[in-house]
C-alpha cells in the first residue's frame, strides 16, 4: 500500500493513555480530522490535513531525472504552546516483482538485508538472491530536515527499524503499531528479518503557530555506491526543492507536446480514480449484474483478457462520436504514464 506517515504528539495522550497519533494522509489512520482535502496536479499530489491543532500538508513527486519519489512534510503549529511531535515513516520491502512475492511472499523476503548510513539517515536494503545478477536492484529510504529550519531540533536522533514483527508487534495492526506506543519505539534493528520494512522517525519540537518541513524519501539504484551517490546529491534541502520545480517543468512540456489542457488532464484523472476504485453509481443496474453467469474467461473469445480495468463506452447516436475520441485519448493517456487499461 506504499508509504505511511505517522504522527504523534507526545504530550497529548488519548482516551486510551496512549500518544494521540494519526497519519498525514488518510491511511491508516483515518482518524477525525478538523479539515482535509486532497489535491492533484499534473506533476504531484498534495495531501492537507489539520488535526490535532496541527496542519499537515504532504507534497508527493517522482524526480523526473532520477528513480526517486520524494514525500515534502510541512508542519504548522496553530496552537498557542509548543508542541512536542514525532513523525514515522512507514512501507514494506519487497524488491522482486508484485506477482512473485503474492505468489511466495515469505520465500521472497528470506533473502532481503538492510542496514543503515547514520550519517545520510538512510537505511539501504539489498536482494541477496539478485546480487550477481546483471541488473541488481538497491533500495534505499532516507529522512532529509530543511536544516535553516533545526534551531532546537538540530540534536534530536533519527530512530529506524527495518523488522516488521517489531515494528507492527503481536495482535497490533497498522492503525495502532506497537512501536509507536512503547517506550522502545524503534529498535535500530537492521540485517536480515524475516518480514522486511522501512521506518524512519524522529521528534519534532514545534513553538507556537511556527512551522517544520522535512522530507521522506525513497529511491533504487543498480549498485550500492550509486545509491549512496543519489543519496549525497539529495541529501541537500535545496535539491529536494529544486526536484519539485523540475517535475512541474517536465510534466507542463509534456502536456503541452501532447496538446493536454488542464481541463483534458482532470477529466483523465477522474476516469482513473473510477477504473481504480470502482464507483458503484457508475455500474449497471443490479438487476443486469445479477444476470450475468460468465466470469473472466467469458472475455476470451472476444480477444479481451480482462486482466486490466475495462471502460465500456456505449454510442447511440453519431453526435456522440466525439465522446469516443475523448475515451480513445484518455486511454493513450494513461498508457502512456503506465496503467493499462
Avoid: C
Avoid at 523476503?109 to 542496514?115: M, V
Avoid at 519534532?204 to 549498485?223: C, E, G, P, V
Avoid at 489542457?261 to 477504473?275: E, G, I, P, V
Wanted: net charge positive; proline share 4%.
Amino acid at each position: 500500500w506504499g508509504t505511511w506517515i505517522y504522527i504523534q504528539d507526545m504530550r497529548k495522550k488519548g482516551k486510551s493513555s496512549a500518544y494521540a497519533t494519526w497519519s498525514a494522509a488518510q491511511q491508516p489512520i483515518p482518524g477525525e480530522a478538523d479539515d482535509a482535502h486532497v489535491s492533484f496536479f499534473a506533476h504531484m499530489a498534495v495531501f492537507k490535513r489539520t488535526q490535532n491543532d496541527l496542519t499537515t500538508t504532504m507534497e508527493v513527486t517522482v524526480a523526473p531525472e532520477d528513480p526517486l519519489e520524494i514525500r515534502r512534510i510541512h508542519l504548522i503549529n496553530n496552537a498557542a504552546s509548543t508542541r512536542h511531535l514525532r513523525l514515522t515513516s512507514y512501507g514494506e520491502v519487497i524488491l522482486s516483482q508484485q506477482a512473485a512475492d503474492m505468489r511466495h511472499p515469505a520465500y521472497n523476503t528470506l533473502f532481503i538485508e538492510s542496514e543503515y548510513v547514520p550519517d545520510l539517515n538512510l537505511l539501504i536494503f539489498e536482494h541477496r538472491k539478485r546480487r550477481d545478477a546483471k541488473e541488481p536492484l538497491f533500495l534505499g529510504h532516507m529522512l532529509v530536515t530543511n536544516e535553516t529550519r533545526l534551531r532546537r531540533n538540530e540534536k534530536l536522533p533519527v530512530g529506524y527499524e527495518t523488522d516488521r514483527r517489531a515494528f507492527i508487534g503481536r495482535e497490533h495492526n497498522a492503525r495502532g503499531p506497537y512501536a509507536l506506543q512503547s517506550k522502545t519505539y524503534l529498535t535500530g534493528s537492521t540485517g536480515s528479518t524475516l518480514d522486511p520494512v522501512f521506518a524512519l522517525g524522529r521528534e519534532i519540537h514545534l513553538r507556537a503557530h511556527d512551522t517544520f518541513s522535512l522530507a521522506y524519501l525513497t529511491f533504487t539504484a543498480h549498485s550500492r555506491e550509486a545509491l549512496l551517490k543519489l543519496a549525497q546529491r539529495y541529501r541537500a534541502w535545496s535539491r529536494i526543492e529544486d526536484a519539485f520545480l523540475e517535475s512541474s517543468v517536465a510534466n507542463l512540456i509534456w502536456l503541452g507536446r501532447h496538446k493536454i489542457d488542464r481541463d483534458t488532464l482532470k477529466l483523465n484523472l477522474d476516469l482513473l480514480s473510477l477504473l481504480v476504485y470502482p464507483n458503484g453509481q457508475k455500474r449497471a443496474e443490479a438487476e443486469t449484474l445479477s444476470r450475468n453467469v460468465l466470469n473472466q474467461a467469458g472475455l476470451w473469445r472476444l480477444g479481451i483478457s480482462g486482466d486490466y480495468p475495462i471502460i465500456l463506452l456505449e454510442i447511440n447516436d453519431p453526435q456522440q462520436l466525439n465522446l469516443l475520441v475523448e475515451v480513445v485519448q484518455a486511454q493513450s493517456f494513461l498508457r502512456s504514464r503506465g496503467f493499462n487499461a
